[in-house]
């Protein structure tokens, strides 16, 4: 088992792919090909074995087809890779929004001010500020003229804050975790990962009228349960 986490497959210009293990192939189907129809199909198949290449139809355009490859590589090298929870977020956020836009950054720093609310709740500590923290998330987190204005005028600098502000952030809320006791905090993440991923419905995402993935009726909430022992 590998400690690294999954490597992207690479990509040249005639649409094929090839890992250690795996290889696929994206062309036209057969039908397309009659018909001078844009629908692709993707021939796949593990190295090194006596095994015939299977063949997965009906992608409209090749970026799905790439996005199938990858889900259908991810799951069979999961056996021989160590899940790497970090990795797993950042591919989630690049199926959801491939080309993100400054009212795509603003909801999801809603998003991130709105998880510090609930950190709060759960303290029981809905006091002080906590009501002007609540009312910037959803400042944010609504696309208002205030947030968006600086969303869209982010220096150089403030860029390399707000990614070292993001990585104490993820140091920090861990940190939480583990002193909080009997918290198995990778156990925990994958199980919310887990749960996101139950957000796509044939490996896409649907969004409401705010750009926020919407949860379909394949969606199941984490259970976190397992992951924290109970008290004494």
């Not at 690294?4 to 990509?11: A, K």
Request: a negative charge; aromatic letters at 10%.
């Amino acid at each position: 088992m590998s400690n690294l986490p999954l490597q992207p497959l690479r990509w040249n210009s005639q649409n094929h792919a090839r890992s250690a293990f795996h290889e696929y192939l994206i062309r036209k189907d057969g039908e397309a090909r009659k018909n001078s129809k844009s629908q692709y199909e993707v021939v796949y198949g593990r190295l090194n074995t006596q095994q015939s290449y299977d063949v997965a139809t009906g992608f409209a355009t090749i970026e799905d087809a790439k996005t199938w490859c990858w889900n259908h590589y991810n799951e069979k090298m999961q056996p021989y890779v160590v899940p790497d929870s970090i990795a797993d977020i950042a591919n989630w956020f690049k199926a959801a929004k491939p080309e993100p836009t400054d009212e795509d950054l603003s909801v999801q720093i809603g998003c991130c001010l709105e998880e510090v609310c609930e950190l709060l709740e759960g303290l029981g500590a809905q006091t002080g500020h906590y009501r002007e923290l609540t009312d910037l998330a959803n400042e944010f987190k609504y696309k208002g003229e205030w947030a968006l204005k600086r969303v869209r005028n982010l220096t150089y600098q403030q860029r390399i804050d707000i990614v070292d502000a993001c990585c104490d952030i993820n140091v920090t809320s861990v940190g939480v975790m583990k002193l909080l006791g009997g918290v198995d905090v990778l156990g925990a993440q994958r199980e919310v990962v887990r749960s996101n991923n139950s957000k796509m419905v044939d490996d896409k995402f649907i969004f409401d009228d705010n750009g926020k993935i919407m949860k379909p009726d394949s969606y199941s909430k984490p259970d976190l349960t397992p992951f924290v022992k109970q008290g004494e």
